[in-house]
């Protein structure tokens, strides 16, 4: 397996479980800097290493009445800010092609949304940044429907890419996870991140947003690094139920502590 470096981070092959992690939308500069400090905090507790994630600008939202985050300049500022003060890498979703280039000045990771995996101009004008590449595995795709995706990301001279699985729809509103494809991904070289908060998501399940069930993020994660996948991406918010966005689908920062001790354990039983 490829072996891709974040920073001082090694993902993949023999490496730690890394933690990909953070609220799902930027909501203030102080609440995102918060955010950040007590997740790194946790982490280090933990010995999991760790990449923020916050989106600056959620395009792909149900209702027009959603709220979207602050934008590109001022979501990336607070991003940076992240960056420079707490010393930890930071990912975040573009979502077109005009975003890439000041997003790429930024982001260590750029993350190519589930929506968006298919659209080939996208994704190699984010490849030709030579960036880590996260492409989020769309949820009406098989595993090996990635194949071509990565070849993408490839032909634009990239081969630093992560893939992140994010649940299959099983029906109307409803998702569901086939750990197969973690190996099944895997196979193709590269390192594989189960997106667990995400992938108990229900799309559209409220009506004009999504429903969640997050009394299921904590066995599927336990499960799939006992299955075998690099890292956890995980949305977390100090408190889920007020959250702007996606919040009956995000954890707390209580849970997420008492997650990360569990799948450190499993990861190292599985070695």
Same mark, same amino acid.
């Not at 600008?57 to 300049?73: F, W």
């Not at 573009?94 to 101009?121: G, N, W, Y």
């Not at 409220?206 to 996948?229: H, I, W, Y």
């Not at 956890?232 to 919040?247: I, M, N, Q, R």
């Given at each position: 397996?490829?072996?891709?470096?974040?920073?001082?981070?090694?993902?993949?092959?023999?490496n730690?479980?890394?933690?990909?992690?953070? #609220?799902?939308? &930027?909501?203030?500069?102080?609440?995102?800097? *918060? %955010? /950040?400090?007590?997740?790194?905090? @946790?982490?280090?507790?933990?010995?999991?290493?760790?990449?923020?994630?916050?989106?600056?600008d959620?395009?792909?939202?149900l209702?027009?009445?959603?709220?979207?985050?602050?934008?590109?300049?001022?979501?990336?500022?607070?991003?940076?800010?992240?960056?420079?003060?707490?010393?930890?890498?930071?990912?975040?979703?573009?979502?077109?092609?005009?975003?890439?280039?000041?997003?790429?000045?930024?982001?260590?990771?750029?993350?190519?949304?589930?929506?968006?995996?298919?659209?080939?101009?996208?994704?190699?004008a984010?490849?030709?940044?030579?960036?880590?590449?996260?492409?989020?595995?769309?949820?009406?795709?098989? #595993?090996?429907? &990635?194949?071509?995706?990565?070849?993408?990301? *490839? %032909? /634009?001279?990239?081969?630093?890419? @992560?893939?992140?699985?994010?649940?299959?729809?099983?029906?109307?509103?409803?998702?569901?996870?086939?750990?197969?494809?973690?190996?099944?991904?895997?196979?193709?070289?590269?390192?594989?991140?189960?997106?667990?908060?995400?992938?108990?998501?229900?799309?559209?399940?409220?009506?004009?947003?999504?429903?969640?069930?997050?009394?299921?993020?904590?066995?599927?994660?336990?499960?799939?690094?006992?299955?075998?996948?690099?890292?956890?991406?995980?949305?977390?918010?100090?408190?889920?139920?007020?959250?702007?966005?996606?919040?009956?689908n995000?954890?707390?920062?209580?849970?997420?502590?008492?997650?990360?001790?569990?799948?450190?354990? &499993?990861?190292?039983?599985?070695?």
């Amino acid at each position: 397996m490829r072996q891709i470096k974040v920073g001082s981070i090694k993902i993949g092959d023999d490496n730690p479980l890394v933690l990909i992690a953070g #609220p799902c939308v &930027i909501e203030s500069e102080s609440a995102a800097l *918060e %955010s /950040a400090k007590r997740l790194k905090e @946790i982490a280090d507790r933990t010995g999991i290493p760790f990449i923020f994630k916050s989106s600056y600008d959620k395009a792909n939202r149900l209702s027009i009445t959603s709220y979207r985050g602050p934008g590109l300049k001022k979501g990336l500022d607070v991003l940076n800010k992240i960056k420079q003060k707490i010393k930890i890498p930071v990912l975040s979703d573009i979502h077109c092609q005009k975003e890439i280039k000041d997003a790429s000045k930024v982001l260590d990771v750029i993350q190519i949304p589930a929506f968006l995996c298919r659209q080939t101009d996208i994704v190699t004008a984010a490849a030709k940044t030579g960036k880590v590449i996260n492409i989020k595995k769309g949820q009406f795709l098989a #595993p090996w429907d &990635i194949l071509p995706i990565i070849r993408k990301v *490839e %032909s /634009a001279g990239n081969k630093n890419i @992560i893939i992140t699985e994010r649940g299959f729809s099983f029906g109307y509103n409803n998702l569901v996870s086939d750990f197969r494809s973690l190996k099944i991904i895997r196979d193709m070289g590269y390192p594989v991140i189960y997106d667990a908060t995400h992938s108990i998501q229900l799309p559209g399940g409220k009506g004009n947003t999504s429903g969640g069930q997050r009394d299921f993020v904590e066995g599927l994660s336990r499960a799939a690094v006992a299955f075998g996948c690099d890292g956890l991406f995980l949305e977390v918010h100090p408190s889920p139920d007020h959250a702007p966005c996606d919040g009956p689908n995000m954890i707390n920062y209580k849970m997420l502590e008492s997650l990360l001790k569990q799948v450190r354990k &499993i990861k190292s039983a599985a070695e």
